[in-house]
């Protein structure tokens, strides 16, 4: 990197933010594993714009990406794609309160989704997704009303958990 881009500076600005203030341990194990998968896309997106694709934070990065691939897979994380949609029919008021990022990726009716690790808002835009997009990416996941929703005892948690059981029965 030879100057510091408009993706650099997103970057810096994701890793200013903090859950200092927040229990992760109490957030709903499907709804945290998605929220740090998120910030992990995020990061991901950002440094292979910033930096050199073979640098050694992209590096580190990919390894956790390929590490995840399996890990969504396990447990009810599984259910995660579906709960998105369901909301989206079921709940609505609920579904426009999700991140852009969730909203977009998981919802089968929009083409955003991820793409070798990256995130892309249209497969068919060859351009790199602009960094005012990732800024507000990391706004909504770190907005103090969304981060209340992790917690196992939101209505976020509840109506996952209500999903869930309705696919189990």
Do not use: C
Not at 10 to 25: A, C
Not at 108 to 132: E, G, M, W
Request: hydrophobic share 40%; aromatic share 16%.
């Amino acid at each position: 990197m030879l100057e510091m881009n408009e993706y650099v500076r997103v970057m810096h600005k994701l890793y200013g933010k903090s859950l200092i203030l927040e229990s992760p341990t109490e957030f709903h194990p499907v709804l945290h594993f998605y929220f740090t998968d998120a910030l992990a896309h995020i990061d991901f997106t950002l440094g292979i714009l910033a930096y050199n694709y073979m640098s050694p934070k992209n590096i580190m990065s990919m390894e956790y990406m390929r590490w995840r691939l399996d890990e969504e897979k396990v447990g009810d994380r599984v259910h995660f794609p579906g709960f998105v949609n369901w909301l989206k029919e079921e709940h609505p008021e609920k579904y426009e309160e999700l991140p852009m990022l969730w909203s977009g990726v998981y919802d089968r009716d929009d083409p955003a989704q991820y793409r070798s690790f990256r995130i892309v808002l249209n497969p068919d835009d060859k351009k790199p997704i602009p960094a005012d997009y990732l800024s507000t990416f990391i706004d909504e996941f770190f907005d103090a009303k969304f981060i209340k929703q992790l917690y196992k005892t939101s209505s976020l948690a509840r109506l996952f958990d209500e999903y869930v059981t309705g696919r189990s029965a």
